[in-house]
């Protein structure tokens, strides 16, 4: 492949933003147990700041084309780039969890463009026939992101504090903001165009509405609370409107003839499941492993960077395989992680180092191996002309899928360690006869207070233990149900 020194400064500038955008995810993820305990928060209260993080990234990812439009390539990386590092150092300064998540979501309006603004650039830049080569080029950066990230972040929480996972991501920010501005130095034309408030706001507000919904409705007793009702009523009528405002104002805010594009359409739905996946796994790891197994940071991190090596792996062959045939290889991609979230839900509460390490290979090799041709497969028969705004739609909707699905696994496991704590309880009776075996530990014995405390503490172990497996039960069931999709993809036209 023949690339001029430009294209591959072009190509060097997205792959650092890329970075920098993928290790603030993983980073953040494997020192929750940390911030939990520094901020008092509980599981589902700590998960906001995953979760708000992205639903910020959802929201504003689709005035990507609208900003690149009226700013230029260039300011707009460059702004994009420089809110982001300063969002960061300030998560690293916050003292309270309030704050922290207010930082976490500048993080994701800031951090929004780069993915997308990142993939336009070089499905423009780049002809056609170059495009497979140089998205798994990308992918290089993209990968090396939520490697990095556990394994630094950790490496500096335990060293120093969670505090400074967030401070180390400043000087690459600063790296990457001169390199943007020389990159991209002839990518400064503006131009007017109009933007759509009405249909932005409604799909904010529904968005926002839905997930605050999810993260708060375990707390809030679902539809018992006044506020779980009006959060679902406001989110079904900002629905509403933005449907129905896109239909028929002449310039929408996202245009639905995109939606015309078949490819597009079942594209950004397998998207969406890919969304679930990416992240719900590096979300629940930290917290069992730290709490059920006692893992130190630095080691927990080093386990989740095995998905990275995952996908180091898939590059291996996914540029012959993605040629011969992508819909085969989206649909092993696919079958990859749904078989390594299976065997994840076969662990019990002895898992191992190793059984971490190998089952996060395999999920990382999978979303590797499936997502370079699935976005190909995406783009394959959209215009040039509207690739801009197909890629605010297309990393909207998996962002989206991602934030809900963490959501939706963080209530399972609670809800479940809530439920089998209580019946697991049940069988704590002085007339059980296994209770009064001989070979029982001591430290159980249910004729002393501390004996109850610690035989609760290893019920509520094992409670929790089951309540992982059935989130990882889910994340199986939503792979595979990914996979009839991608046979109704069309393959890409051969060059003649």
Same mark, same amino acid.
């Given at each position: 492949?023949? #690339?001029?020194?430009?294209?591959? =400064? ?57 900003? &690149?439009?009226? #700013? ?9 780039? $420089?809110?982001?590092?300063? *969002? &960061? ?12 998540? %207010? ?19 070089? /499905? ?5 026939? %170059? ?69 932005? =706001?409604? #799909? &904010? ?14 707390? /809030? ?10 959060? $679902?009523?406001? *989110? ?55 709490? %059920? ?40 991609? $696919? =079958? ?6 299976? *065997? ?111 035989? &609760? ?23 595979? *149900? ?15």
């Amino acid at each position: 492949m023949q #690339l001029s020194p430009k294209q591959w =400064l072009i190509l060097l500038m997205v792959q650092l933003s890329t970075l920098l955008f993928g290790m603030t995810i993983t980073l953040a993820n494997v020192v929750l147990p940390q911030m939990r305990g520094a901020l008092s928060a509980t599981q589902d209260e700590i998960s906001w700041v995953i979760t708000f993080n992205l639903v910020a990234t959802a929201v504003a990812t689709p005035m990507t084309g609208w900003l &690149s439009n009226r #700013l230029g390539w260039r300011n707009l990386m460059f702004f994009s780039l $420089l809110g982001f590092t300063v *969002s &960061s150092m300030l998560c690293g300064l916050a003292g309270s969890l309030e704050a922290l998540i %207010l930082c976490r979501v500048g993080q994701g309006l800031f951090g929004a463009t780069l993915m997308p603004m990142g993939q336009a650039i070089l /499905l423009a830049t780049f002809p056609r026939h %170059l495009h497979s080569p140089v998205m798994v080029i990308w992918g290089f950066g993209a990968v090396f992101g939520p490697v990095f990230g556990p394994i630094f972040g950790s490496m500096v929480a335990e060293a120093y504090d969670w505090r400074a996972a967030f401070f180390m991501i400043v000087p690459p920010g600063i790296a990457s903001m001169v390199c943007v501005w020389f990159a991209l130095r002839d990518y400064t034309e503006r131009r007017t165009t109009r933007f759509d408030w009405t249909g932005f =706001l409604a #799909l &904010s507000i529904a968005i926002t509405a839905i997930q605050l919904m999810m993260d708060r409705g375990q707390r /809030l007793d679902w539809f018992e609370s006044s506020e779980i009702v009006i959060c $679902l009523v406001v *989110s079904i009528v900002a629905l509403w409107i933005f449907c129905v405002h896109c239909l028929t104002t002449p310039a929408p805010f996202l245009n639905p003839r995109l939606l015309l594009d078949r490819n597009f359409t079942i594209g950004t739905l397998v998207a969406f499941f890919m969304g679930m996946l990416s992240y719900v796994s590096l979300v629940l790891f930290p917290g069992l492993l730290h709490d %059920l197994r006692d893992y130190p940071d630095s080691t927990i991190g080093l386990l989740l960077s095995a998905r990275g090596c995952g996908n180091w792996l898939a590059f291996l062959v996914i540029v012959p395989f993605s040629k011969r045939a992508p819909r085969l290889a989206v649909a092993t991609g $696919l =079958l990859a992680q749904a078989t390594a979230a299976w *065997s994840m839900s076969l662990l019990d509460i002895n898992l191992t180092g190793f059984d971490v390490f190998w089952t996060n290979v395999l999920q990382g090799f999978g979303f590797g191996l499936a997502y370079t041709p699935m976005t190909v497969l995406a783009f394959a028969t959209l215009p040039r002309e509207q690739i801009t705004e197909g890629t605010a739609v297309f990393t909207l909707v998996r962002n989206f899928g991602s934030s809900i699905f963490i959501s939706i696994s963080v209530v399972l496991l609670v809800r479940s360690t809530s439920a089998n704590y209580a019946r697991l309880s049940e069988f704590i009776v002085p007339y059980n006869k296994t209770l009064i075996y001989p070979g029982l530990p001591d430290a159980w014995s249910l004729d002393t207070v501390i004996g109850l405390m610690r035989l &609760s503490k290893e019920i509520q172990r094992q409670a929790a233990m089951i309540g992982y497996v059935n989130a990882f039960h889910l994340v199986a069931l939503v792979a595979a *149900s990914a996979l009839p999709l991608v046979w109704l993809l069309r393959g890409p036209a051969r060059p003649n």
